[in-house]
């Protein structure tokens, strides 16, 4: 096995990475300390030590990129595989609603609160939180950044912090902190955004099974009955959901006024499209923008996007 040292392509760092060749896929296996364990395509290898375009995107962008990879292989059930990681997948995840905006200190310092939460597993425990090599877990740019979200969840008295030097600090959630997280973990129902017609229901019901599958509450407001208050009662549902599921299919209205109020709101936005339903769909100016994940008459279909998309919450 090929294990020669390298440096992570995502951060940079050289010291405590392993880069081995994956002969089953082309591509290296990487285990960093700081991003966690992915693949990374030959394709994004190579891009990153020709110094193209490439390299200066994920310089710019590497606290969103090591943020997302560390996450991922954070949360991964067993037996699932690492992520792969392409020079082409770069926008994707950077645009990823699970992503925070660069300067979103709640929903980084709420990254944070839920990763502490991951290593708590008893009311009470101490978690060391070393800077150089766990800032990701905030999608910190920096130790600096990094320092100053802890001190934020420190000052909300959702962690106590024990003690700190050079190299880390000792946390430890507070009763507070450990409801909140608990909290914000619960809120489990996902918005269903889509065209309710009679001849979408077997795909629509099948939308709603997915989510179920997956230990979510699916939320669609199908109700014909009060069509001027129906907006109101959807702009609700969807400001309590954690995530919000747009099925893009015939480019309805009031899909795309949801989606805009949601987007608003910065809830995860994810989206679909039937590709069995029409092909005048056009959703060009759509994808440029926004990631669309296109299911078919394959009912397991379906069921495997759902099932990646849910899995990251
Ligand atoms: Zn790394």
Known sequence: MNDEKKKCPLCGLNAGVSVKSA????SSDIACPRCGQFYASEALMSSVEAGNGIKSKIAENNWALSGWTKLLSETRKAGEENIQIDSDDLDDIINNPLVPKKDDISAKSLKLLEAIKRRTKHYGKRVDLQWAKHYPLAF???????????NFLGENNWIEILNQDTASVIVRLTAEGLNFSK??????QVFLATWFHKARDIKNKNLEKCVKENGFNPMCIREKA???TIMEKAFGEIRKSRIVIADMTGLRKNVFVEVGYALALEKPVFFLHDSDYSKDDDLGFYTKQFSIKSYDKKEKHLSKIVESILGLF
């Open 23 to 26: 002969f089953s896929n082309c």
């Open 183 to 188: 909290e914000v973990v619960l809120n489990s």
């Open 226 to 228: 009060y069509p001027e």
């Open 140 to 150: 910190a740019q920096n130790y600096e950044e990094f320092e100053a979200l802890i």
